[in-house]
């Protein structure tokens, strides 16, 4: 029987976890402020139509619940 020494393995992985990577410089993003503003637009249009479907199903529904009870 032949066993496996894992210990070195483990410490091998941990000692990698802190060992320095080749990472590359940090890149600078830059946003264009036009697709931010195109999607602030957007959302205030979906948002807006939300509420719109959102009151049409509840006046709808209370009008039947009304046109049933009466």
């Known amino acids: 029987m032949i066993m496996k020494n894992l210990g070195i393995s483990i410490k091998d992985k ?15 993003k830059s946003t264009d402020i036009n697709v931010l503003l195109n999607r602030v637009k957007l959302n205030q249009k979906k948002e807006s139509r939300k509420k719109l479907y959102f009151s049409a199903a509840a006046s709808s ?6 046109a049933i009870i009466f």
């Open 61 to 66: 529904c209370l009008i039947l619940f009304a």
């Open 14 to 28: 941990i000692v990698a976890r802190y060992a320095e990577k080749n990472t590359p410089e940090k890149t600078i």
